[in-house]
């Protein structure tokens, strides 16, 4: 089983809508949850950090941690064709405070 | 501030050369981390490190070598470079929990071997 899985996508969204991007994760005792967001042919950002049960709010996006179901969201309101891009989920193990571990990344485009 | 700065951008090996990927921060980040990531694909990471003197392995060591001597620098090594080492190899670097484990990532150097 992989550590961090997401839906490789991709999604297309119409602009304006709202998209969720979907992402679970094996290691029950992670404590600290990112959303990135990759351009093609850039670097990774991050746009959204969570480490408690609940939903996050920052602008547009909303990040969503359910430790129970292990699982996390990101939900990007009122979407722009400038949101077109990789996201890739990641996660802290807590076997290592350190080590950070990101999912396969899911392509959203949006569409017009 | 420079930030992360990874050298060389863009370098081709031949099948059993050696090189050394260059990575240097001048944020005095404690944590350092190389990841690879291979076309339509996410991170994968390859070695960290927690402090100057010493790293650990991640999810995909063989073939590679890192060291730590001082803060700022972290050098990742391919030794006797295999086809299956083209990707795009990515430095980060951290400073948990001043900056909530945010990674400062370097622009990549994308390698070919052929």
């Known amino acids: 089983q992989k550590e961090v899985e997401q839906n490789s996508g991709p999604l297309s969204v119409p602009e304006g809508a709202i998209a969720s991007l979907n992402c679970t994760y094996s290691d029950r005792g992670s404590q600290s949850f990112f959303w990135y967001r990759q351009y093609s042919g850039k670097s990774p950002e991050l746009i959204m950090s969570?480490?408690?049960?609940g939903d996050k709010e920052d602008g547009r996006f909303t990040a969503q941690l359910n430790k129970a179901s292990q699982y996390v969201s990101l939900l990007i309101r009122d979407s722009q064709p400038s949101d077109s891009a990789t996201y890739l989920c990641a996660v802290n193990l807590l076997s290592s405070a350190s080590k950070i571990i990101f999912g396969s990344g899911t392509r959203l485009s949006i569409r017009p | 501030n420079a930030g992360v700065t990874q050298t060389p951008k863009f370098r081709i090996l031949k099948i059993g050369q050696s090189m050394t990927l260059q990575c240097t921060q001048d944020m005095n980040h404690n944590y350092m981390y190389w990841y690879r990531q291979d076309p339509g694909m996410g991170l994968k990471l390859i070695y960290y490190s927690v402090g100057a003197g010493i790293t650990d392995k991640g999810e995909v060591p063989n073939g590679y070598n890192v060291s730590r001597s001082t803060t700022e620098d972290f050098p990742l090594r391919l030794e006797l470079a295999a086809p299956s080492q083209t990707s795009v190899y990515f430095c980060?670097?951290?400073?948990?929990?001043?900056?909530?484990?945010?990674?400062?990532f370097g622009s990549g150097t994308q390698l070919s071997v052929l």
């Open positions: 969570i480490y408690s049960n």
């Open positions: 980060a670097s951290s400073y948990p929990p001043v900056e909530e484990e945010k990674l400062f």
